[in-house]
């Protein structure tokens, strides 16, 4: 069977949404992260857990893209947010 | 302020924008007035409302003063995450103490009543806790490493006629942990510890914490709304009306509350200013409290908080009143009159402390006084 992988927000993420922008941070953490344009879509786009493959195909609808011209930067993006523990990706079933 | 002014009306508006109840057309601000706009919208830390407005069209701004509007609205959510962070950081701590801990105010209401937490800005941390964990949550406070602003001015002062202690860190966040929910004969006379037991659960960055539930929720939002500060400050009063319009409060029972802690008259004129000020309708249930006669003492002691008594001793004088039996009334009186140094230095400033100048209002106060009669 085909592993799924499921990209979702920390539960313990502390948010605010403001036009355009998000701020997100870590209860523990001393930074708060300011995502703003895409950055904020994504963010969006995460309010129900998705695939990477569901992320960017919604991105290039609502930019009006082909999915491959932005896989890259939003997989790259996505890896950030995982760094500072704002999202968790898991593999399911 | 003059809320007279028109940049006043238009700040006012703001504060009822989509409140429950309003029905306000939309508005847009002339250039002359829109740096005085600005300031006072993030002064009664109303930018929320103000961008929630301008996204929903119902405030025409300029692009270059939205833009001024989101940047600062946008400080003032980076300031509250940070309190939210030290709320978490606090409760926490309490939890592993096992001190039973009720978020009040911004942050309880911010995630429970408003549609959404940005439109709620705040600028500190409010907890109340029991009086018997008081000081045991001070020194848990401490732990962490808050710095206590003003210390009590005599020992035992905060559990027997104190309200809250400010606590503030390096850092930039204040916690005031309350013992009750106001100052003066109101805050002596209801139980809060019967508010602490009256809580319920909500939500931040996946916690639970404890706030108040909507029926005690709401007579917080009206103490202090009406006692909190005078002139009554439009954020708080816009609290109560969004209070009173959740559908969730249980009126008979805030009733019978304000009936045994002697809060009918605060109650009504908290409802009775929101409702004025905002220009919005109430509840049936909210009009019936405001209709309700409350007893010649309340609303003599509301006047301590309520008019410019309150700046000539008016509300030391009225809860003096309040202390039940002498010996509580002469401690009380003892420890305003003669503080210990350390509370006035804190107070006065160690170059400007003395027992003199801290008797000037007592005295300038019996003074008139004895001019008026």
Redesign the interface.
């Known amino acids: 069977m085909k592993q799924v992988v499921r990209i979702r927000r920390a539960a313990n993420v502390l948010t605010r949404v403001l036009p355009g922008e998000v701020l997100v941070g870590l209860p523990g953490a001393r930074d708060i992260s300011l995502l703003t344009g895409t950055g904020s879509v994504i963010w969006q786009l995460l309010e129900v857990p998705r695939s990477p493959d569901e992320v960017v195909s919604e991105l290039a609808l609502i930019y009006e893209v082909v999915p491959e011209s932005i896989a890259e930067e939003v997989g790259s993006f996505l890896g950030s947010l995982q760094q500072r523990g704002v999202i968790t990706i898991t593999n399911g079933r | 302020m003059n809320l007279d002014t028109h940049v006043a009306e238009l700040v006012r508006a703001v504060a009822a924008f989509e409140a429950p109840g309003s029905s306000l057309e939309g508005i847009a601000v002339a250039g002359d007035d829109w740096r005085s706009f600005l300031s006072l919208v993030g002064a009664r830390r109303l930018t929320g409302l103000a ?1 929630a407005g ?2 929903a069209g119902w405030l025409a701004l300029e692009d270059a003063q939205a833009k001024e509007l ?1 940047d600062r ?2 400080d003032a ?2 300031w ?3 309190l ?2 030290a709320l ?2 606090v409760t926490e701590a309490f939890e592993s103490e096992e001190i039973d801990a009720v978020v009040l105010k911004g942050s309880a209401l911010a995630h429970s009543v408003y549609p ?3 439109w709620r800005s705040y600028g500190d941390i409010d907890i109340l806790v029991r009086s018997r964990d008081f000081r045991k949550a001070a020194a848990t406070v401490a732990e962490l490493g808050f710095r206590r602003e003003l210390p009590e001015p005599r020992p035992g002062f905060d559990e027997r006629f104190g309200k809250a202690a400010e606590f503030r860190r390096e850092d930039g966040p204040e916690v005031d942990l309350h013992r009750t929910l106001v100052l003066g004969p109101f805050g002596l006379w209801l139980e809060a510890d019967e508010l602490v037991d009256r809580s319920t659960g909500f939500h ?4 639970r914490l404890r706030r108040l539930d909507d029926t005690a929720l709401m007579l917080h939002a009206c103490l202090h709304a009406s006692l909190g500060m005078y002139p009554p400050l439009l954020l708080p009063l816009r609290d109560v009306v969004q209070v009173a319009g959740s559908g969730k409060v249980r009126w008979k029972v805030l009733a019978g509350l304000a009936d045994r802690w002697r809060l009918r008259a605060v109650v009504g004129h908290a409802l009775e200013t929101a409702r004025d000020t905002l220009g919005v309708g109430l509840p049936p249930d909210a009009e019936m409290l405001i209709e309700r006669r409350a007893s010649p003492l309340e609303r003599r002691l509301l006047d301590s908080y309520v008019t410019d008594k309150r700046r000539r001793g008016g509300l030391a004088l009225s809860t003096l009143r309040a202390i039940p039996g002498f010996s509580s009334k002469a401690g009380y009186l003892w420890a305003l009159l003669y503080p210990g140094r350390e509370f006035l230095n804190a107070r006065m400033g160690v170059a400007r402390s003395s027992y003199l100048r801290r008797w000037t209002v007592p005295v300038r106060w019996l003074t008139k006084k004895r001019r008026w009669t």
């Open positions: 961008v301008l996204e989101i609205h946008r959510m980076f509250v995450l940070g939210e962070r978490l950081e959404d937490p940005a931040i960055a996946g916690r």
